[in-house]
């Protein structure tokens, strides 16, 4: 327990130190973690830590990660990518792998060996890709894109490669391999493939294809079919934790349930985001498993960091970084190629050339797999570690190139398509009840975006029935707000009814988000100077209009002209609002509006004052309802004329 | 009989001595339309679909204002604006209000000899009225002679009221049952007033 909780510590302090020096550098957060990772090898040395078991327990983070990009993805857009997806994410893998193979056979590997090293390094980190491109915000251009289907088609890759490795095997290995069973396999990668590959062996291969397809069945309909009621019976407790505990349950269920089966639980979750994505749950998932796949992310970064063998590294120090550098130049040539064939053009290229040539995380795991399976001998294997490391500790420098380097010489030349963020410009509709639906409706037919966040499952049925787009969620979260877009929303309507969290979110949102106009729903007057005090100019009563023209018709019913009644309201509405301005100075947060005798004291007066204004002095013909045309004077027309 | 329409509009009525008599006079009278204008929009938004449509069921439409700045009062303005659309009222297809007629009645606060060229309104009545006369001409409408009152803030109660409130329903119970013979009146002098023997007599 004790030795957790300092491990924790440790990789904490490292990560909150590193991080936020390297981002100041502009290095980024993944370079952050991997030189914190670094620096705190030693300590972990001394700790006896096992780097690569925590490693692959941090792997889950790149499972999470593509749960959330999955969100991010409907199924529709997925449809569209399927022509990169096979096209440009196939040959990617194929011509890598071969390129590396060739390179390994050139080196004296038998071909065994070398088509697995092609296998192995053919993958690119998609925890370093996706981080660094979301932090850079261009998961939406051109070369994010393209980045995006190589790595989910690598992902997919991954599936049949570990079919394929085993059939590699070298008998000499794994005669020398039964010798030294105790050592290896114990807390790698390979034995959770292990596992699943057992349980998956007792079934016919047909059987074995029945249950993967029905376990992906699973994924699909219980995602589309099941979440719903799920978050409809946990929403009742409205307690947050739940929430987080069912999204997590979620994700790693379905992890899970690939794993036993054989599949990669990183596709399988992607998968069931793509699937939950048109769902109103999906930004209460979203902020919900966002920060656990951020810390496990940053642990695994940390891990690649540490798991650098600088004794092995010093001792090949030459051909280690001849090797990483030949391996950057052949997948950067070959994803370079890859993008002129498939039109990724300017700046987007370069992103996909520089951003895609490291070798991933995936290559650890297939790495102690191609160990354990008796294809490649430990001694070459444990090269190729600092090799893929070595070039994951590279990336974060190739994105510095590009930011620096590339992008700025292709922004000069404006060629560039404006990047589609979808969100932009939208408005948050914080609350979709009476009041915030009204709104909603209103900005939408005139052709607003609106995403609408609401509490109230019931609500959100209704409608998603009338085919709105509307999110669960609490509305004051300011983890939720982030996901539904606060910082490149146009506007935030605040329209719950809570008088205290109103006051809460507008005075977030106007100190965190200065740029978004906000228009506040305030419960009375005292509500208004709260707002006014908290930065909101657009604010308005909830109950003052209606209750206005309900007073217009009360009078219009009593027999009063229309027009009058009319004129009577406007006139009414203008010395409410002359007695908010003057009152305002007299408010005080701290005292009850009725206890604050200057405050009580100057609302009579003007009370008074509009009485008398409202009934018109003796000529009522000039009374202040009653401006207008007034025929003129013969007699002043004449005395003038005759001056 | 012939379909009257009234159009009644003050935006001050509770003050009015004259039309809001006028009004009701209007009101009381069988088989016609009144629409009192600042009743029906008080926030002075028009439903020109509404508007235009009471104009195509009937035949003779009587404005019912007082003289404000030489013009009509604000929201009659508005009203032609809105309502006496380009292929409904004129232009190309507009001939819904072909051989209609219109005719107003007006209440002015200067008397009758303020409205010529010695007067202190230098112009005639009729002058100040010829943008109407000619939203009618393009409308292929009758423009009538005008009923009017002068004076009217002076007028007496009991008697020069009272008579002008008749003669009013008079002239609109004959619009009604055709029985106006508005050549005659038009021949007769540029404006029509209480006292004109062609407005016919109770039957």
């Known amino acids: ?88 994410g196939g040959l990617q893998v194929a011509l890598s792998t071969g390129v590396v193979m060739a390179a390994a056979l050139a080196l004296g590997q038998p071909w065994t060996v070398a088509l697995a090293i092609g296998l192995v390094l053919s993958l690119s980190s998609t925890a370093i890709v996706l981080q660094t491109l ?36 070298m008998p000499e290995l794994i005669e020398a391999l039964s010798h030294a069973a105790d050592h290896v396999g114990d807390g790698h990668g390979g034995g959770d493939h292990g596992e699943s590959f057992d349980f998956m062996g007792q079934f016919a291969a047909w059987q074995q294809a029945l249950i993967t397809v029905g376990a992906v069945g699973v994924v699909v309909v219980g995602g589309s079919v099941l979440t719903r009621p799920l978050f409809r019976f946990v929403a009742v407790t409205r307690l947050r934790e739940l929430f987080t505990a069912t999204a997590l349950m979620i994700v790693i269920g379905i992890a899970a349930l690939m794993t036993i089966v054989g599949l990669s639980p990183a596709l399988g979750t992607f998968l069931a985001g793509v699937v939950l994505a048109n769902s109103e749950y999906r930004h209460e998932l979203e902020s919900d498993i966002d920060p656990f796949k951020g810390l496990l992310l940053g642990l695994f970064f940390m891990t690649v960091g540490a798991g650098i063998n600088f004794g092995l590294l010093g001792e090949n120090l030459g051909s280690i970084i001849a090797l990483t550098l030949a391996l950057l130049l052949a997948k950067g040539a070959v994803l370079y190629f890859l993008g002129w064939m498939f039109k990724i053009n300017g700046a987007d290229r370069w992103l996909l050339t520089l951003g895609m040539a490291q070798a991933g995380e995936f290559a650890f795991v297939l790495l102690s797999f191609t160990v354990a399976s008796a294809v490649i001998p430990k001694a070459i294997a444990d090269q190729i570690l600092l090799v893929v490391a070595l070039s994951m500790l590279l990336t974060p420098a190739l994105f510095i190139l590009f930011d620096r380097v590339v992008a700025p010489r292709f922004a000069a030349g404006g060629d560039q ?23 909603n409706r209103m900005l939408r037919n005139s052709g607003h975006t609106t995403v609408v966040l609401d509490f109230s499952s019931a609500q959100l049925e209704m409608l998603r029935t009338f085919g709105f787009r509307a999110y669960f969620g609490d509305a004051t979260r300011p983890d939720l707000l982030h996901t539904a877009g606060i910082q490149d929303a146009a506007m935030l309507v605040v329209a719950i009814d809570d008088r205290e969290q109103i006051t809460e979110l507008v005075h977030y949102c106007t100190t965190n988000y200065p740029h978004v106009k906000i228009v506040a729903r305030a419960m009375n007057r005292d509500h208004v100077y709260e707002l006014y005090a908290a930065g909101c100019r657009e604010i308005i009563r909830d109950t003052f209009d209606s209750s206005v023209r309900a007073g217009r018709s009360a009078l219009q019913a009593l027999g009063m002209h229309p027009y009058d009644a009319e004129l009577f309201t406007r006139s009414f509405v203008n010395d409410d ?44 013909f000039h009374s202040r309802l009653d401006r207008g045309w007034t025929p003129p004077n013969i007699g002043e027309i004449e005395a003038e004329n005759a001056s | 009989m012939a379909r009257v329409l009234v159009y009644y509009a003050h935006p001050g009525a509770r003050y009015s001595r004259v039309n809001t008599r006028m009004a009701k006079a209007a009101e009381q009278i069988d088989d016609i339309t009144f629409v009192d204008l600042y009743a029906r929009y008080p926030r002075q938004v028009i439903d020109a679909d509404a508007e ?91 423009f009538a ?5 002068y004076a009217a803030l002076k007028a007496e109660e009991d008697t020069q009221i009272a008579s002008h409130v008749d003669g009013y329903r008079r002239i609109l119970t004959a619009l009604r049952d055709d029985t106006l013979d508005l050549d005659a009146i038009e ?16 039957t």
Request: with cysteine; net charge negative.
């Open chain 2, 187 to 202: 021949a007769a002098a540029p404006v029509l007033t209480c006292s004109s023997s062609l407005i016919p007599g109770d």
């Open chain 1, 134 to 169: 979301q932090e850079k915000g261009l998961m939406k251009s051109d070369g994010g894109q393209g980045s995006f289907s190589v790595l989910l088609a690598q992902d997919i890759a991954v599936i049949p490669m570990l079919a394929l490795v085993p059939l590699l095997a």
């Open chain 1, 417 to 439: 398509d404006p990047d589609e963020i979808e969100h932009k410009g939208s408005v948050i509709i914080a609350g979709h009840g009476r009041f915030g639906g009204v709104i």
């Open chain 2, 52 to 142: 235009q449509q009471l104009l195509r069921d009937h035949d003779v439409i009587v404005f019912q204002f007082p003289l404000f700045w030489y013009s009509t009062p604000s929201i009659i303005k508005e009203w032609q604006d809105l309502v006496l659309e380009q292929g409904f009222a004129y232009g190309k297809g507009g001939t819904e209000l072909a051989g209609k007629t219109m005719m107003l009645a007006i209440s002015a606060a200067g008397p009758e000899d303020a409205y010529t060229e010695a007067g202190y309104q230098h112009f005639s009545l009729r002058t100040f009225l010829t943008p109407l006369e000619q939203t009618a001409r393009l409308c292929k409408m009758r």
């Open chain 1, 1 to 88: 327990m004790q030795d957790i909780l300092i491990l924790s510590f440790v990789f904490l302090v490292a990560g909150v130190i590193a991080v936020p020096i390297a981002t100041r550098l502009g290095l980024g957060s993944v370079l952050g973690y991997l030189i914190a990772g670094i620096v705190i090898s030693p300590l972990l040395g001394a700790f006896g830590v096992n780097v690569v078991s925590l490693q692959h327990f941090a792997e889950f983070g790149v499972v999470m990660m593509l749960f959330l990009v999955g969100l991010e993805l409907e199924p529709k857009m997925l449809w569209q990518m399927r022509h990169r997806l096979v096209g440009l």
């Open chain 1, 577 to 620: 609002r002359t007695a908010l301005v003057a009152l305002a100075g007299l408010y005080d947060p701290d005292i009850p509006s009725a206890e604050n005798e200057p405050y009580v004291e100057k609302a009579k007066e003007l009370m008074a004052e509009q009485e008398r204004a409202l009934k018109g002095e003796k000529n009522s």
């Open chain 2, 145 to 149: 002679t005008p009923y009017v009152l």
